[in-house]
């Protein structure tokens, strides 16, 4: 097997080895060479002892889903050792722990096998025996270093900087990878058929996780109010935005705090603190994942009925509580876009990546504003949680937040007439005021829909329906603010499409390549919110045929299309990736494929 | 049901407070109430304790759950805004809300059911938060709005309207308060406004989580023979430890109590409360000494009512997380923004 800069190497550790910072720093000097890399974590819901692996995808043309497969595995975890040598591709290579010798038959035929005593090196080092089991990781990449012909000097610089002022931890590391590289270097023609040449391919790329990114684009979209409950994959998110506000935060004449992060009792209590602080005009958000959405449903209901701003962070896994609670999915899109008792609906965003998240991020906190109701950014663990190679997060100081209609005390004092849940301008959309704002105007009590225009108590029938119905105008107004899909059209005509969303994108882009190869033709249309916006019907109209595809069971999101939009069933083909590991390009080819195999339609184009 | 508003008519000669306001302006929408039920009291000892603090009406803001309790705040402060949430989850909305402004006055309004049953928990963190607030549950033992269940602080042994007996301990929500950290926990009784007056006053004036426990029976589900919290039964069994004045900013000291037995606690604001003891061996500065009266008392078949505990120097919410005086729900771009030139430094550590 011959790469150069296109290659997967996939680690197999055991959870909890230290294996993970290593991992990393393998990734990252990658990067430093100039050479797109995205990096993914598989792992078990558990601290120590159960199998995890870590994949790093190098792709010169920029590739950043899982492309399925590995052309090198470090098989350092003796329970999974025969799941790892079978995933090799035939011809590619394993590294292994040779410390002790393992019989012929563990090991395949068409697979390059490069031992390096692992072990046994860090034992003839004089570190502390604690120290060991972390400092075996860094020679495994001291070894790939001159196996791939990495340059050594990216990695001694990294390990500077990532024990910056812990000086004793640098010579040990130092040490580790100069042993595993000069193993390598000694015992094998190096390098191997897989390289790394320096590049400018990634440009001014960076490398994030979408949970960080979230976190920052809350303290860029001026959250104030932060109440979470611990759970995978959102945990992240919550700790991250205590972070960046402990940075970015932190009045420098006083030391004070311009934020406030509750770790609630439970995500009852997490989504009630947020309603409480939108409610009264601070911009609040809460973070969870699917078994706190189920928690959540009676106060979501109760923030869309009473109308008040509300940014929920969905990190989807796999359902239910006692589900994959460390494996991705985009199940939980329903009970998302219909949260609560009652008839409700609410405005999804479905970022692709770390970037979009972060812009995602500070756009949900001007939509819940604008549209007054709970606004939800679909992530899900794959984002959340893998760092993805992404084009460098941009900001423009010009922007200011949008409050949406809030009236102020002048205004009050002018005799602008104030009606909490009057539409006056035709957009669904009422105005509000904060508490405290008058002393004699503008105050009114919040209830869920018992209630007339002016937010006096009512139960009559006519004036429910007159405010579901203007909910429902709102919701029509959502639309128009919405990010809108993204499209990207076939090389050449074709009656073919694709509608995708979040992250499959990644993988979404590369397979439409690779079938376009194989003569099959996709224009693709990527969602970014719900309520679909009016593109997406035409979208679907101007195609005999679109595949959906998504990572779930049931295919949420074309039942949201059949539902809201009225889409003919029948013209919407579900393509659906499930088992908790991220989608991955060939199987959406592969899949896509076999569809036209059965009607016989390769090829045409059309 | 239907929505009446009160006439917005001030009689000419009506008692303004100092900043201008007649009792009339912290009153709200006409009760829906059952005549007579202990609730509306409250209503009222609410107004007339505002009224005699000169507060703002506006600055305060009222939070309630559901129930037949959660319903009142519609029934007094009409000029303050309100939220009436959902069951049994006001503490955490309360949280929010003060979080997002500190400037406010915070006044959160449960029931028994909303409070000691579906809400318990809420009700118990949100005490150990020290969230600065006046929680007041109007304890009726049963679910009013829902025709009269036993609640969680119905007596063990009470009997309900329909003959059954209450089989279950109850909760009492004064000693958990006291048990979680609230630094003001009171207990009153709707039917006592002298006591409950000064109580709601008190517990506006303290900067923490002050708690009040007011029975307030049911007339139409809980106030006959058998029942533990009827006019009659907590007339007969309350047993009050001490009455209280509230001398808001160090004013003149009027109240006339004999020498001796009147004790004062200045607030961290340099409010006063000055405390008639009537039980000598009382100190509501000692939380443990109240716990241990309480039970006490309980075991003697008694209701211990009036101020149970305070604590002068307490901090709240806001002292733990260290947030700027400015209310955050005021602060704009400049504060909250770090802007592009940090974002540039935050790629830069990316690659
Ligand atoms: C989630 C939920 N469950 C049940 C109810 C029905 N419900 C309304 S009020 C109430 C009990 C209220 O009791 P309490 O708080 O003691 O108030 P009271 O009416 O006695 O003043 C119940 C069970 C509800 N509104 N929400
Ligand atoms: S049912 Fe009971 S609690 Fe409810 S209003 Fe009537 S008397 Fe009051
Ligand atoms: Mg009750």
């Known amino acids: ?606 | 049901m239907t929505y009446i508003p009160k006439p917005g008519f001030r009689h000419p000669g009506a008692a303004v407070n100092a900043i201008g306001y007649a009792r009339r302006d912290y009153e709200g929408a006409v009760s829906t109430l059952c005549a007579g039920c202990g609730h509306d009291s409250i209503s009222a000892a609410i107004v007339q304790a505002c009224f005699e603090l000169d507060l703002p009406p506006h600055r305060v803001a009222k939070l309630s759950g559901i129930g037949c309790s959660s319903k009142t705040p519609a029934y007094f402060l009409g000029q303050s805004h309100g939220f009436n949430g959902v069951h049994g989850r006001m503490p955490s909305m309360l949280t929010g809300a003060n979080l997002a402004n500190r400037d406010l006055i915070y006044l959160g309004v449960s029931g028994d059911g909303d409070s000691a049953s579906i809400g318990l928990g809420q009700f118990a963190h949100c005490m150990r938060r020290c969230v600065n607030m006046v929680y007041i549950v109007e304890n009726n033992g049963v679910y009013g709005l829902t025709k009269g269940q036993f609640s969680a602080t119905a007596d063990e042994g009470a009997v309900k309207k329909d003959g059954a007996v209450n089989p279950e301990s109850p909760i009492d929500l004064v000693a958990l308060a006291l048990q979680l950290g609230a630094t003001f926990v009171a207990r009153s009784f709707s039917g006592d406004r002298e006591q409950l007056v000064p109580l709601v006053k008190a517990a506006i004036t303290h900067r923490g989580a002050a708690f009040i426990d007011c029975i307030s029976p049911c007339v139409a589900f809980n106030n006959h023979a058998g029942s533990t919290k009827s006019f009659d039964y907590v007339r007969e069994h309350n047993e009050a430890v001490n009455r209280l004045d509230v001398i808001v900013g160090r004013g003149e000291i009027t109240a006339a109590y004999a020498p001796g037995e009147v004790e004062e606690i200045v607030q961290h604001d340099g409010s006063i409360l000055r405390l008639r003891k009537l039980a000598a061996e009382y100190d509501p500065r000692d939380r443990v000494a109240a716990m241990t009266y309480l039970e006490e008392r309980k075991a003697a078949g008694e209701i211990v009512t009036g101020v149970l505990y305070v604590a002068p120097d307490a901090r709240d919410l806001h002292d733990h997380l260290e947030t700027v005086e400015t209310p955050l729900n005021q602060l704009g771009d400049e504060e909250l923004c770090p802007g592009a030139d940090a974002l540039a430094a935050f790629n830069a550590g990316l690659r």
Request: charged content about 20%; overall charge neutral.
């Open chain 1, 1 to 606: 097997m011959n790469a150069i800069n296109d290659f997967v190497v996939r680690f197999a550790n055991v959870n909890g080895s230290g294996s993970a910072s290593a991992n990393r720093l393998f990734a990252r000097a990658i990067l430093r060479m100039g050479v797109p890399v995205s990096a993914r974590n598989i792992f078990p819901s558990n601290i120590q002892g159960l199998p995890t692996w870590f994949e790093v995808r190098v792709s010169e043309a920029g590739h950043r889903a899982r492309r399925g497969g590995a052309d090198l595995v470090v098989a350092m975890n003796p329970q999974t050792w025969e799941q790892d040598v079978a995933a090799i591709e035939p011809g590619g290579y394993l590294l292994y722990d040779s410390t002790k010798p393992l019989p012929a038959s563990k090991f395949r035929t068409d697979v390059t096998v490069i031992g390096v005593p692992l072990t046994e090196l860090c034992r003839s080092a004089s570190w502390e025996a604690r120290e060991h089991q972390i400092l075996k990781n860094v020679a495994y990449v001291g070894a790939l270093s001159a196996l791939l012909d990495i340059d050594v000097a990216e990695l001694d610089r990294l390990i500077s900087e990532q024990f910056r002022g812990k000086a004793r931890l640098v010579a040990p590391n130092l040490e580790a990878l100069r042993m595993g590289r000069e193993y390598a270097l000694a015992h094998t023609p190096c390098p191997i058929g897989l390289r790394v040449a320096r590049s400018s391919a990634a440009g001014d790329r960076v490398l994030l996780e979408g949970d960080s990114a979230a976190a920052l684009g809350c303290v860029y979209g001026g959250a104030t109010v932060a109440a979470w409950y611990p759970i995978t994959p959102s945990t992240a998110l919550a700790e991250a935005f205590g972070r960046y506000c402990r940075r970015y935060r932190v009045d420098p004449g006083t030391g004070r705090h311009r934020y406030a992060i509750v770790q609630a009792e439970d995500e009852l209590a997490a989504i009630g603190v947020v309603v409480g602080a939108a409610w009264n005009g601070a911009r609040a958000f809460t973070a969870t994942s699917g078994p706190g959405i189920s928690l959540m449903q009676e106060f979501i209901g109760l923030a869309y009925f009473a109308e008040v701003p509300a940014v929920i962070f969905d990190v989807q896994r796999g359902g239910p509580s006692t589900g994959m609670p460390t494996r991705t999915q985009q199940a939980d899109l329903l009970s998302c876009a219909y949260a609560s008792h009652g008839d409700t609906k609410h405005v999804l965003l479905f970022p692709e990546d770390p970037r979009e998240t972060f812009e995602f991020a500070a756009l949900a906190f001007d939509l819940a504003d604008r549209l007054q109701t709970p606004i939800f950014v679909m992530m899900d663990l794959d984002i959340g949680m893998n760092e993805w190679l992404c084009a460098p997060l941009a900001w423009d100081d010009a922007r200011r937040m949008d409050r949406g209609k809030v009236m102020a005390a002048a205004e009050l004092e002018a005799g602008k007439p104030f009606a909490r849940y009057r539409d006056v301008d035709g957009d669904g959309i009422p105005y509000r005021t904060y508490p405290g704002t008058h002393p004699t105007r503008g105050s009114f009590t919040s209830r869920g829909t018992t209630k007339d225009p002016q937010a006096r108590y009512s139960e009559d029938g006519p004036v429910y329906v007159g405010n579901m119905q203007r909910l429902l105008r709102k919701f029509e107004t959502a639309k128009r603010l919405v990010p809108e899909p993204v499209q990207r059209a076939a090389a050449r005509p074709t009656r073919h499409g694709v509608i995708y969303f979040g992250s499959t994108a990644a993988a979404m882009l590369e397979a439409v390549e690779i079938l376009e190869r194989q003569g099959i033709l996709l224009d693709a249309m990527r969602v970014r919110a719900f309520p679909f916006h009016e593109s997406v019907r035409q979208f679907i109209a101007a195609h005999d045929r679109v595949f959906t595809v998504e990572q779930n069971r049931d295919g949420q999101l074309r039942m949201l299309l059949i539902n809201e939009d009225g889409v003919d069933p029948s013209r919407l083909v579900p393509v659906l990736h499930y088992d908790g590991t991220p989608i991955t390009a060939r199987f959406i080819a592969r899949e896509i494929a076999s569809r036209f195999q059965v009607v016989g339609a390769v090829a045409s184009g059309g």
